[in-house]
């Protein structure tokens, strides 16, 4: 069973740092795009950023020049560097795997169970 592991959440001052990491374990042959995902209150889930097996990487029009994607094939794990903080990017960012390759079986996607960021102003 693959499972998705968020850390790195917290309470920020705008304008401050944050360093998101998430995991995935299991017996993981391959994953194809890794990616980040936040909802805030009242509002619906939004792609933060994504970042494929390769290294190609799509961002919110809305991170760009703030965040930074990476990812560890072989540890699994991806990354967001958050810099310059607002607001606004107040959410619950919770982490996406696309195309999880096992021993056995296939799946198609696997979400983690969110971690919090606060940003005070």
């Known amino acids: 069973q693959v499972q998705l592991v968020e850390s790195g959440g917290g309470l920020v001052q705008a304008g401050g740092s944050l360093r998101l990491s998430c995991a995935a374990s299991g017996s993981i042959f391959s994953i194809n795009t890794m990616g980040w995902y936040r909802q805030a209150p009242g509002k619906q889930r939004e792609l933060v950023a994504t970042?494929?097996?390769?290294?190609?990487?799509n961002y919110a029009d809305s991170v760009k020049g703030r965040f930074t994607i990476s990812r560890d094939n072989a540890k699994n794990t991806v990354y967001l560097q958050m810099n310059s903080l607002k607001p606004e990017d107040t959410a619950v960012y919770y982490c996406?795997?696309?195309?999880?390759?096992?021993?056995?079986?296939?799946?198609?996607?696997?979400w983690g169970q969110g971690t919090l960021v606060t940003v005070s102003s």
């Open positions: 970042i494929t097996s390769g290294g190609s990487t």
């Open positions: 996406h795997a696309e195309r999880v390759v096992t021993a056995g079986r296939i799946a198609l996607e696997r």
